[in-house]
T-cell receptor, first 114, second 117 residues
Framework: NAGVTQTPKFRILKIGQSMTLQCAQD?????MYWYRQDPGMGLKLIYY???????DKGEVPNGYNVSRSTTEDFPLRLELAAPSQTSVYFC?????????????FGDGTRLSIL | AQKVTQAQTEISVVEKEDVTLDCVYE???????LFWYKQPPSGELVFLIR??????QNEISGRYSWNFQKSTSSFNFTITASQVVDSAVYFC??????????????FGTGTRLTIIP
């Protein structure tokens, strides 16, 4: 019963490097989300997707890109890593029917940009 | 714009005491949902409860209870007879209506609860 799986769990990047944070869910959820959590703060939405091929920006999309080619996967791409992107990243998913379905979260990816 | 305020940054109580975590929200939507999530020291986010804007009944689940009052735009969370395992950061969140439904969440900044043995 995997739920939402994020890889890697930890990563250190140098400024200017790029990487992709992976997220996969096995619950057949149409809705998927990427959040970042900075120390002492709540979660802020980066991007979300309501189904394969459909994505939209959240509150803090700058510096990130996403794609959704399958229902299961929703990778987050950092093209030119900057120190301001040091954060814990959470992927989440939820059912598509009815409003207000609870989001199920992965365990997070702790990313440091040095 | 949606906003969630958790004014209590940190709370410490002695084990077995009751504790209430406050959550105040702002929204222009008539249909919305409120959530509480728990983030234990291990870091994962655990869903606790969802409430829709049309249901103001209080809810109790074991030692946990929630009080939703639209008149004061509040959705407070009470833990009765607290235990050390309740130590965590608790987040209140509000759903935002989008073209696709009420799916985007706005989180508060969280309340760090420490239960002292």
């Amino acid at each position: 019963n995997a739920g939402v799986t994020q890889t890697p769990k930890f990563r250190i990047l140098k400024i200017g490097q790029s990487m992709t944070l992976q997220c996969a869910q096995d619950m057949n959820h149409n809705y998927m989300y990427w959040y970042r959590q900075d120390p002492g703060m709540g979660l802020k939405l980066i991007y979300y997707s309501v189904g394969a091929g459909i994505t939209d920006k959240g509150e803090v999309p700058n510096g990130y890109n996403v794609s959704r080619s399958t229902t299961e996967d929703f990778p987050l791409r950092l093209e030119l890593a900057a120190p301001s992107q040091t954060s814990v990243y959470f992927c989440a998913s939820s059912k598509n029917r009815d409003g207000g379905q609870p989001q199920h979260f992965g365990d997070g990816t702790r990313l440091s940009i040095l | 714009a949606q906003k969630v305020t958790q004014a209590q940054t940190e709370i410490s109580v002695v084990e077995k005491e009751d504790v209430t975590l406050d959550c105040v929200y702002e929204t222009r939507d008539t249909t919305y949902y409120l959530f509480w999530y728990k983030q234990p020291p291990s870091g994962e986010l655990v869903f606790l409860i969802r409430r829709n804007s049309f249901d103001e009944q209080n809810e109790i689940s074991g030692r946990y209870s929630w009080n939703f009052q639209k008149s004061t735009s509040s959705f407070n969370f009470t833990i009765t007879a607290s235990q050390v395992v309740d130590s965590a950061v608790y987040f209140c969140a509000l759903s935002e209506a989008t073209t696709f439904g009420n799916e985007k969440l706005t989180f508060g900044t969280g309340t760090r609860l420490t239960i002292i043995p």
